[in-house]
Structures are given as C-alpha cells and as structure tokens.
C-alpha cells in the first residue's frame, strides 16, 4: 500500500539554526499539507501546498517556514532559524487531487527537538 | 467557529466494551468529517469518515454518528480490544480547506 514517507525521524538542533524536513508524498498525489503537534497538543495546520504554489497557510506558518517542492517526488519545509516553540512532531500529508482532497493521508512524522 | 471540540480527554473501557467519542463544531460549512486514529511515534492514519447527507457510518468495528441539527458527530467503537488502545482525532473541513482537529482523546482498553 502506498505510503507517505518522512526523513529524518528525529532531528535535533540548535536554536537558531536552519533546518530542512522532507517528505515524500503518494506519488499519485497532488495536494500536499504540513502539519504539526506539540507534543500531547492537538494536530495544528501549517500550509497547503498544490500546483507548485501554496494554497492556504496558517497563522503559524510565518517568514520563518518555506517549503518547496524541488523535484517531483520530494516536498520539503524549511525552519530558516529556529526557536524553542519550534519543537514538536511534524507531519506531512498528501491527497489525491482537489475534489478528493478531504481524504488526507498523513506520514510517520519527523520530530524536531530545538534546544 | 473553526473550532472542533472533542471529549472526553481520556478513557478507560473494559475489553468488549463499547467506546463513545464526542465531537462538536460550530462552522456550518463543514461538510466532511474523519476520525483519525494515532498510535505514539506514528502519524495520525484515517479510521473512518463521514459527510453530512448520512446520519450514520459503519465500517467494521467502527461507527459514526452524526447530528447535523445538533452539530455533533461520534465515534463508538464496538467491542473495544486492547489493540484499539490508541489517541483519537476527530476532524473537519470543507472544500479543499485544511483539516481542523479536535484536540484527541486517549483510549486505553483494558483486559
């Protein structure tokens, strides 16, 4: 069964620091979301991503995050200088195509401990 | 009003038991509504979901109830097994809208 994949599991970093998560997505997939959830907290919209551009984005998602999508299977965010509040499990998600986008399937996570 | 909220925070249920969990939203808009299920370490994996023309979804184990006057949707799961001990999302969006999450609640089956 298709899955979304994520690398790394675990990254650890110094505040300040600039970090890349990547994930791949369902290779039929069109729609691409990241996530995230600090650790006990509820699942927390970041951005969405479709046709190369970002869809939507959360209040969340501020100068500090990017992501790109810089081939065709990769889909990455970056934290350009991370903060201690940065810490948590992110999660990538991808779904099929607009009308079904509703139907989100979300990777292992890649946790990210800012210290 | 894009708020989901969800209870209880934690449950306890015996082995065979049914577990109930509650969701509540204000947005009407909403029109699609997954439960997710995540075990610790792992990502959030869809369960089961349903829009609003049905009051009712079952698949396996696994049903919702959804009260469109009343705002509110379900989860039961039937005959609840140790292996269903797990933290449980409820969800909703419209549209091509991200996905807003209640807050989850800790299930723990017990033998």
């Known amino acids: 069964e298709p899955e979304v994949t994520q690398t790394p599991s675990h990254q650890v970093t110094q505040m300040g620091q600039e970090v890349i998560l990547r994930c791949v997505p369902i290779s039929n997939h069109l729609y691409f979301y990241w996530y995230r959830q600090i650790l006990g907290q509820k699942v927390e919209f970041l951005v969405s991503?479709?046709?190369?551009?970002?869809?939507?984005k959360s209040e969340i998602f501020d100068d500090q995050f990017s992501v790109e999508r810089p081939d065709g299977s990769n889909f990455t965010l970056k934290i350009r200088s991370t903060k201690l509040e940065d810490s948590a499990m992110y999660f990538c998600?991808?779904?099929?195509?607009?009308?079904?986008?509703?139907?989100?399937?979300f990777g292992p996570g890649t946790r990210l401990t800012v210290t | 009003q894009q708020q989901v909220k969800q209870s209880p925070q934690s449950l306890i249920v015996q082995k065979g038991g049914i577990s109930i969990i509650n969701c509540a939203y204000e947005?009407?808009?909403?029109?699609?509504f997954p439960w997710y299920q995540q075990f610790p370490g792992k990502g959030p994996a869809l369960l089961i979901a349903?829009?609003?023309?049905?009051s009712e979804k079952k698949e396996g184990r696994f049903t919702i109830s959804f009260n469109k006057s009343a705002k509110q949707f379900s989860l039961h799961i039937m005959d609840s097994q140790p292996g269903d001990s797990a933290t449980y999302f409820c969800a909703a969006c419209s549209g091509n809208t991200p996905l807003v999450f209640g807050k989850g609640t800790r299930l723990s089956v017990i033998a």
């Open positions: 998600a991808s779904s099929e195509a607009p009308g079904q986008a509703y139907e989100q399937y």
């Open positions: 349903i829009r609003p023309d049905v």
């Open positions: 947005n009407t808009a909403f029109d699609y």
């Open positions: 991503f479709y046709n190369n551009e970002i869809s939507e």
